[in-house]
């Protein structure tokens, strides 16, 4: 027999078939195909006999590829990954090409299987960059059709199982310093970018170029040197979506995420400003398309932010389902975690992974709140919007700084707000001017009553960057913010949870005029009232505003006993994880 066909797998159902179907159909046929399997959990044992291949014990990738070479027959060892598909006329080519440049390694040049342009450039500079370099020093990276001699193979000792990264460089180095080495000019295989999707450009470049690097300078790399994963992890893997409206569900999320990745593996999805933020953090962040209100004189404009959904929705579902889907198929997550995000939602109920939902939203759907009646149809349409957005979750675990009746104490539990802990860490004091944050830059009407206060105001939130009498527009820096939101006497701003819950931790009297239609910042709002630490108004009005300015004794003394600094809902996150990854 001329040539064995060798592919180590692990629960790749979605792929194999592909590969096996792209071997059959080969005018190539003096060959068999083995595959060396790790246990999987799924499919890929059945499909690979189904397909007539010899199915043997596998392992870790190394481990696999030995296995499968130990019973091969053919003179020639071809070594695939199960996520590649051959071009027509691969084998026929490959081992031509081969036999007539007499080698004893090589490996095959790749194309993605994507549209995307930026993959294709990617590919093709790897390809290039493995031919400039094959005569200075033979290398691969990834198993992307590796084609040697069985008597080779078995010279070496096959591949280093105590190898965890980088076993098949330094599998083609070993052959290559008693043989002719050679990249493969004419056959070409379509290669997954899966691991591109899962982990980012940015991440994974940093991976490989460090094990380039390291290859180069004659030094071992594992995979835990890179966090490099081979999904035998045992960890549970969560795929995180977070609503990219605002800023509170990224702040927040940030929080959570940071002390969740540390024992989980988690794959985060975001839109808009969320993925901005939470991109700069984290590398693992893909971009997903979001809605977006449309503001109006501080009021939510209903037709217009209908009208631009509208336009974009079609292709939002498809692109967001489309790449969300491919992912969670690869990624096999144990559960789906959304922050309000709903595109989440909806992967969890097609595929049927547990969904758990963590906001402050669900409060509007899942707790007896007290509003007056005035506000019955601001209450209605935002119940509408939170229920169509999660969908059948298993567990709420819902953040606030008010604790309503909760309806349903098995799925839901209430918990103080998340902290970012430059917040936590801060050593606030009252000074002289106030800190007003706005959520969209519509309001032009604060900015003339503001003026006429005796009161200097540090203006956060018009994307402006002067000084205009008593008024300095700052645009956002992280850390002027928490400066100022540390020294400031109060705060004037929007409804905003996020906001209110971090100038309540830190004592800071509130004077709230929500969003209008905006239910979820009216009732922060009236509960912010409430419990006696700032005041609610509809409209921004001077005599408000300075009645406001003069009792704030009253509201400090209120704050003196207000108690939000945890992030206890982290480790309720944990614990809600790991009873739905167990069938919740």
Do not use: W
């Not at 953090?281 to 509208?310: C, L, P, R």
């Not at 009407?445 to 527009?473: A, C, H, M, P, Q």
């Not at 109060?490 to 239609?517: C, D, H, M, Q, W």
Request: charged share 30%.
């Amino acid at each position: 027999m001329k040539l064995s066909i060798i592919i180590p797998t692990y629960n790749e159902e979605e792929y194999l078939p592909a590969l096996l179907e792209s071997i059959r159909e080969q005018d190539f046929t003096d060959y068999e195909v083995i595959v060396a399997d790790a246990n999987s959990e799924d499919n890929t044992i059945k499909i690979a006999e189904e397909y007539g291949c010899r199915v043997v014990e596998g392992g870790m990738p190394a481990t696999g590829r030995n296995r499968g070479a130990e019973v091969a027959r053919g003179e020639l060892l071809l070594f695939l990954d199960a996520d590649l598909v051959l071009t027509d006329g691969y084998l026929r080519d490959a081992v031509e090409e081969f036999e007539s440049e007499n080698l004893g390694i090589a490996i095959t040049q790749m194309i993605p299987l994507s549209t995307r342009r930026r993959d294709k450039i990617l590919h093709e500079f790897a390809n290039r960059f493995m031919i400039l370099v094959e005569s200075i020093k033979p290398h691969g990276a990834g198993c992307y059709g590796i084609l040697t001699r069985k008597e080779l193979h078995e010279r070496v000792g096959g591949f280093d199982e105590s190898l965890d990264f980088g076993e098949d460089t330094d599998y083609i180095e070993r052959i290559g310093k008693i043989s002719r080495f050679r990249v493969l000019r004419k056959p070409r295989v379509l290669v997954s970018i899966r691991r591109l999707e899962k982990e980012g450009l940015r991440n994974l470049a940093f991976k490989y170029t460090k094990s380039t690097v390291y290859d180069f300078m004659g030094k071992k790399v594992s995979a835990e040197d890179l966090k490099y994963e081979f999904g035998h992890s045992k960890k549970k893997r969560v795929l995180y979506s977070v609503c990219g409206e605002g800023m509170g569900h990224a702040i927040r999320s940030g929080v959570i995420l940071d002390k969740l990745t540390e024992d989980h593996d988690v794959l985060i999805f975001a839109s808009d400003r969320a993925y901005r933020y939470l991109s700069s953090k984290f590398d693992n962040v893909h971009e997903i398309y979001g809605f977006n209100t449309v503001y109006e004189d501080n009021s939510v404009n209903d037709i217009k932010t209908f009208v631009k959904a509208m336009k974009t929705f079609p292709r939002d579902l498809k692109e967001n389902l489309k790449l969300l889907y491919r992912i969670a198929r690869d990624f096999r997550p144990d559960v789906v975690v959304s922050d309000f995000e709903f595109y989440a939602s909806v992967i969890s109920n097609m595929l049927r992974i547990p969904l758990i939902s963590i906001d402050n939203m669900h409060v509007i759907t899942q707790c007896r709140i007290e509003y007056p009646e005035k506000f019955r149809r601001d209450k209605i349409k935002a119940a509408a919007v939170v229920r169509s957005f999660i969908v059948r979750p298993r567990r709420y675990l819902i953040t606030s700084y008010f604790f309503p009746e909760v309806k349903n104490p098995k799925k839901v539990s209430m918990y103080p707000p998340v902290l970012r802990e430059e917040i936590m860490n801060l050593d606030p004091y009252y000074g002289d001017h106030v800190l007003v944050y706005q959520t969209s830059r519509s309001n032009r009407r604060l900015i003339e009553i503001l003026k006429s206060i005796d009161r200097d105001f540090i203006v956060y939130g018009f994307d402006r960057e002067e000084v205009d009498g008593n008024l300095t527009f700052r645009r956002f820096n992280e850390d002027r913010f928490f400066r100022d939101f540390e020294s400031a006497a109060a705060v004037i701003t929007n409804g905003g949870f996020t906001l209110i819950s971090e100038a309540l931790y830190l004592r800071k009297p509130v004077y709230s005029v929500p969003v209008k239609g905006q239910f979820e910042q009216i009732l922060n709002a009236l509960y912010l009232e409430k419990l006696g630490y700032g005041e609610f108004h509809e409209e921004t009005e001077r005599e408000t505003l300075e009645g406001f300015l003069g009792r704030l004794d009253v509201y400090r003394r209120n704050l003196e006993d207000y108690d939000g600094g945890n992030n206890e809902i982290i480790d309720a996150l944990k614990r809600a994880i790991d009873e739905c990854s167990r069938g919740c």
